[in-house]
């Protein structure tokens, strides 16, 4: 168990544009850290770096108070889980698991013990003495994080682990990750581009897009308070709808195409008529309400638990979020209304006002 | 129609390999037909009367097993060291980005673009002050210089088939990175390992023209060089030869025989994901 500090952290690859640029980042002991980002942004390359996979071009990085910039990945104490899950194919489901204690030349009964503790853990006591070949993708996937827990390493670094599994799979795994980690409370950061994966295991979610940390924050804080456009549309699903506007100091509102007026209800430090972006999450659209924008449907998607709507409103792409079973019938165009404490606000730049 | 498809298809295949193993058929048949028949019975798929009369004649009174003994060391030498550094240079070209690394590739392969026969003059001008010319380990420094491009191609390609998170693994896990070469990876290249000591052990056996140029002695021949002492002014011993050249192919086979298991095993089935 350990602090991680990440100190203006960069990375280039000679002469190329930087790949992270400037990382500062705080883990707490025991915190679950989700590094979240479209692929290229830079997020995996950052775990790497802490495993000691990657040289570090600038910055400074400390395990538990120590700098391991110039430390061997081996000397870094920490474990990790790929994607691929690594499994050496020559050696056992045991052997697997107890090779870094036989490293460090762990005594044997100690080696016995914590292998059976973490294969009880895991529900791996039937296949110890199988190859993983013989595995299923899940209990290859156990087993990878079986490597991991038998060390009672600082931290936990997790490549998408969950990337290579079946969607129900994946859904358990992650339940289980979580349970893990509730139940080893070890210093964890774990690597997804998917963002439901990052919702629900994060105790705080770093967003990274091209090479540069967007927001850190609890899941909700992302979800309710995006701090700029790509953190706004890129947590949630389906993702945010904007509308480009201009603002209107005196009315408080915000004028959309075709003299269409977007009340906002609250005071905005910008000057009139600058340009600003209005973001509304589809679950919030209200649909056949009074005073409403008229939107041309395109498309009905009924997901079961919902109907997601595909609109076209002002010559945007507009989705709506129901459980209403009327919509299912299709209609030419539907009213919608957007609740003024439901909206987000960003200006020209992409970063959040108020 | 598709019965017809397979049945053409194995066919073909049948009529490939027996074309392919036909001269080793002629080879056998050759040595074990005696002198006397060997031209009066024209061409016979099997001669009436069969002996082993030039086996026991190349093994009990010809210098061929001193050519065997000779060879079987050059080979041996030549595909183990040939082998151990080209694994090591075959990683170093899979897994690291090192200044020179594409010219060094580069030169790797210039080195297999030139008759052997060009070079054998400059090899024996700089080899005969080192006193390194009719001597075996003259040969075999010759032979694994010229192995070890290839062998170096063939190793990094197996290498590159190795998924590189396997030794990350075993970095973190706390092995050097020499420690996850010879714990990890090394026992899961085996099969490349067999198929490159196999093949360089191949080539330095049949190899022919800097074993006739390098050794001048009989003691020192190797086999290939052998073969021609049943070559005289006046005739060519059919019978002996072919018999030496059946007892040349034992080692090979017996070598291929031993390695096999690796040359079809994919040990790498579950490493990753599947």
Known sequence: ?354 | MRAIGTLAHRLAILAYIAFALFPLFWLVKVSVTPNDLLYSEGIRLWPSRTTFEHFRFVLAHSDFPLFFRNSLIVSLATAFVATALAGFAGYALSRFAFRGKLTVSGLLLVTQMFPLVMLVAPIFKLLSPLGLTNSLTGLVVVYVAFNVPFACFLMQSFFDGIPRDLEEAAMIDGASRFGAFRQIILPLTLPGIAATVGFVFTAAWSEMIFALMLISSNEKATFPVGLLSFVSKFSVDFGQMMAAGVLALIPACLFFLLIQRYLVQGLTAGAVKG
Not at chain 1, 259 to 272: C, G
Not at chain 1, 283 to 302: F, N, R, Y
Not at chain 1, 328 to 344: I, K, N, Y
């Open chain 1, 1 to 354: 168990m350990a602090t991680i500090d990440i100190r203006a952290v960069s990375k280039a690859y000679g002469g190329h544009a930087p790949v992270l640029t400037d990382i500062d980042l705080s883990i707490r002991d025991g915190e679950f850290i989700v590094l979240v980002g479209p692929s290229g942004c830079g997020k995996s390359t950052l775990l790497r770096m802490i495993a000691g996979l990657e040289a570090i071009s600038a910055g400074t990085i400390a395990i538990g108070g120590r700098v391991v910039n110039d430390l061997a990945p081996k000397a870094r104490d920490i474990a990790m889980v790929f994607q691929s899950y690594a499994l050496y194919p020559h050696m056992t489901v045991a052997e697997n698991m107890t090779y870094s204690l036989r490293l460090k030349k762990t005594p044997k009964a100690t080696v016995a013990e914590k292998l059976e503790a973490a294969s009880r853990k895991l529900g791996l006591d039937a296949f110890l003495a199988r190859k993983p070949k013989a595995l299923s993708g899940g209990q290859r996937q156990r087993v990878a994080m079986g490597r991991a827990i038998v060390r009672a390493p600082k931290a936990f670094l997790f490549d998408e682990p969950l990337s290579n599994l079946d969607a129900r799979l994946r859904e358990q795994m992650r339940a289980e990750i979580r349970k893990l980690h509730a139940g080893l409370g070890a210093t964890s950061i774990y690597v997804t581009h998917d963002q439901v994966e990052a919702m629900t295991l994060a105790d705080r979610i770093v967003a990274m897009h091209g090479g540069i940390i967007q927001q850190v924050g609890s899941p909700l804080d992302l979800y309710d308070r995006p701090a700029n456009l790509f953190v706004a549309g890129f947590i949630g699903s389906p993702g945010m709808n904007f509308l480009p506007g201009r603002w209107d100091a005196g009315a408080r509102a915000v004028r959309l195409k075709a003299d269409s007026v977007l009340p906002v209800e609250r005071a905005i430090d910008l000057p009139d008529g600058s340009a600003i972006t209005v973001g509304v999450r589809p679950e919030h659209v209200g649909l056949g309400g009074e005073g409403g924008l008229a939107a041309a449907v395109e498309l009905v998607e009924p997901t079961g638990h919902g109907i997601i709507l595909h609109l076209r409103l002002q010559d945007q792409p507009f989705k709506a979020l129901t459980t209403d079973r009327r919509y299912l019938t299709p209609q030419e165009s539907v009213t919608v209304t957007m609740p003024a404490d439901r909206l987000h606000l960003f200006d020209g730049n992409g970063d959040r006002i108020a």
